[in-house]
């Protein structure tokens, strides 16, 4: 059993086994090149790279431009429109080759690029970003004023009645990020396709018969019928609890005053009720990644989208019910960041609210404070016929230079323990990967410390091309080498399925023979003296722990306060010692469950007068948004 060092990237050109190479770098770009990209189903280089791009302090996406050649960097022309805040630092990107070499130390872009991650998605689509972009429409748009209520979600029945006003659209903008539709593109960037009020308007009145909406013909005339032909849809679910007709207390008998707002933020007929909405509907390879590989990149874009629909003077609530479970989980993450500085930039113009996840019991998370000397070793499960890859990311703080990581595969030896600053892939026989540990000294992925990335490939495949690494436990030995205490955070990265939709991929997580799965009362939190690993408390969106975003929990109408599956406040386990900065309490509540036996809430349904329910905190997260958009 050994390492193999790391091969010269086919797309960047780096040769990552160099002596510092992986050095603030994404591993996840590092381990896309490891892998030839199969991954994401290419199995060669992809000709453009999707890029979530920081910038350094004080320069601006209009000098990032110019210092680079359209040749090989594409940057949608609405991070330069008069949308984009002054002061941002952030922009997504497609770039070539060239761009690597322009990074590098005497290259034009070293010093105005901070950092980036990967936003490539499964299937990605290889069009010429300067391909000739025809405007949406051939009427001039008009910016939207007051206040206006932004979704970006997969799967919006934008011609529900709950989304019509006096039987016209409420959602005046609305772009689906595929690229297989009718619409035209975005001008200001470059892809998906853009429907108007005016067209949805148009497609309603032509499938309008005897006073009613054939809304199945709707969809299908905007092809869009494939995705929205179920009877439930997430972001129509999520749209309704923001924005639609009756709020959730409205729709529950007998329900409680909020717990933090008056009795009549319950009643039907408030500003959300009938307030403007601009719409986005994710690329769909992106809706059925729950790892999130390209989440970054298509959010980014979604509100940069939103922003650049809205006047300078208009107030916005965006609710984001979406996320992962691995990362830094102290806000510094791109995308986090990007965030933050969009709220900063607008002065309380902008609000975005997010869910702080379904998974305190999915033991996706682990944590451990090691001394010198002392090791800690990781159960980790991965599931048989995954056809997707899973990641466990490492997460060490500033200073931790003396932990050594080594992996023991199923039924295999162990590897050799790798330093600070080493990587290597486990292989076939063939030379292709089973396993990865990357392990830079810094990385892109977050601000503070580092992440050791262990990435595994699928443990099914269909076709013989496929490497399938062994099901079963993956142990994870870490020792602390260095003198003095090392807080050691590990996340599982989200492998699940999304409603629906078969892809084949299997949740893993970590086991030990201290967790208590029991059932029993008292066995949902964590006790301090419970002397696993395993932690409830910090399996929490990775995406919802910024300082300006607005993170939400789920509570239930009556019955014990909080839904089992929703990280709480206060933190059953908050004596237990974190990384630097670490969030793992949402920052407000609100309802996602009726009681402890009937979970979830009622909502609209993918076609009029449908109602379903769905479970999780993306209940909760748009009744905040609604309160938040109400006192705007």
Request: glycine share 10%; proline share 7%; charged share 15%.
């Amino acid at each position: 059993m050994h390492w193999t060092p790391l091969p010269k990237g086919s797309f960047t050109g780096i040769d990552w086994a160099k002596s510092g190479a992986t050095i603030g770098f994404d591993p996840y770009l590092i381990w896309a090149e490891a892998d030839n990209f199969a991954g994401y189903g290419l199995n060669k280089p992809p000709k453009w790279l999707p890029l979530l791009i920081e910038l350094a302090p004080g320069v601006s996406v209009a000098q990032f431009k110019a210092a680079a050649s359209p040749k090989w960097i594409h940057v949608p022309p609405v991070y330069t429109s008069p949308a984009a805040p002054t002061g941002l630092r952030y922009c997504t990107a497609l770039v070539r080759p060239a761009f690597f070499k322009h990074i590098r130390v005497g290259g034009s872009l070293h010093a105005l690029v901070q950092r980036f991650e990967l936003g490539l998605s499964a299937d990605y689509q290889e069009d010429d970003p300067h391909a000739p972009v025809a405007p949406s429409t051939s009427v001039a748009q008009t910016l939207l004023k007051g206040k206006v209520v932004g979704l970006i979600d997969g799967g919006l029945a934008f011609a529900n009645a709950n989304f019509l006003r006096n039987g016209k659209a409420r959602t005046q903008y609305f772009w689906r990020q595929d690229e297989q539709g009718a619409g035209k593109a975005p001008a200001g960037l470059g892809y998906g396709h853009e429907f108007t009020a005016a067209d949805i308007n148009q497609a309603i009145q032509k499938n309008t018969f005897g006073g009613l909406v054939d809304e199945t013909g709707v969809y299908d005339q905007v092809k869009m019928g494939m995705e929205l032909n179920k009877s439930v849809n997430h972001g129509t679910h999520v749209l309704d609890i923001a924005c639609g007709p009756r709020t959730v207390l409205a729709q529950i008998a007998g329900a409680p005053p909020s717990l933090d707002a008056p009795p009549t933020w319950a009643l039907a007929g408030d500003d959300a009720s009938s307030c403007d909405i601009v719409a986005v509907q994710l690329d769909w390879d992106t809706v059925v990644d729950t790892s999130g590989g390209s989440m970054n990149v298509h959010i980014m874009d979604g509100l940069m989208y939103i922003l650049s629909k809205c006047a300078s003077n208009a107030k916005v609530a965006v609710n984001l019910s979406w996320g992962t479970l691995a990362g830094p989980h102290d806000g510094s993450s791109v995308l986090e960041a990007a965030m933050d500085q969009l709220i900063t930039l607008k002065g309380g113009a902008l609000q975005i609210v997010l869910p702080v996840s379904n998974n305190y019991q999915s033991r996706t998370h682990a944590n451990q404070t090691l001394s010198k000397g002392e090791h800690l070793t990781l159960h980790w499960r991965g599931q048989p016929g995954d056809l997707t890859q899973n990641f466990l990311e490492l997460w060490l703080p500033q200073g931790a230079q003396g932990i050594e990581v080594q992996i023991t595969p199923p039924g295999q030896s162990s590897l050799p323990s790798l330093a600070w600053g080493q990587s290597g892939t486990w292989n076939t026989s063939g030379g292709k990967p089973l396993c990865a540990l990357i392990y830079p000294k810094s990385v892109a992925t977050g601000a503070n410390g580092t992440c050791a990335l262990i990435a595994v490939a699928p443990t099914f495949g269909f076709a013989k091309s496929v490497a399938t690494a062994p099901s079963g436990v993956w142990e994870v030995k870490i020792t602390n080498t260095q003198a003095g205490k090392v807080t050691v955070d590990a996340y599982i990265e989200r492998d699940d399925q999304i409603i629906g939709v078969q892809t084949g991929a299997r949740q893993s997580h970590f086991e030990d023979e201290w967790y208590d799965t029991s059932g029993n009362p008292g066995s949902y939190v964590d006790h301090p003296d419970n002397p696993s690993p395993i932690r409830r408390s910090g399996n929490f969106n990775s995406i919802a722990t910024g300082a300006k975003t607005v993170s939400v929990g789920g509570i239930r109408v009556a019955g014990p306060m909080w839904a089992k599956y929703s990280p709480r406040k206060p933190d059953p386990d908050a004596s237990r010692p974190e990384r630097p900065g670490v969030v793992k309490v949402p920052a407000v509540q609100a309802y996602s469950d009726e009681n402890p036996a009937l979970l979830g809430l009622k909502a609209a349904g993918t076609r009029s007068g449908g109602v379903v329910r769905l479970i999780g905190t993306s209940d909760a997260a748009p009744q905040v948004t609604r309160k938040i958009f109400n006192a705007l």
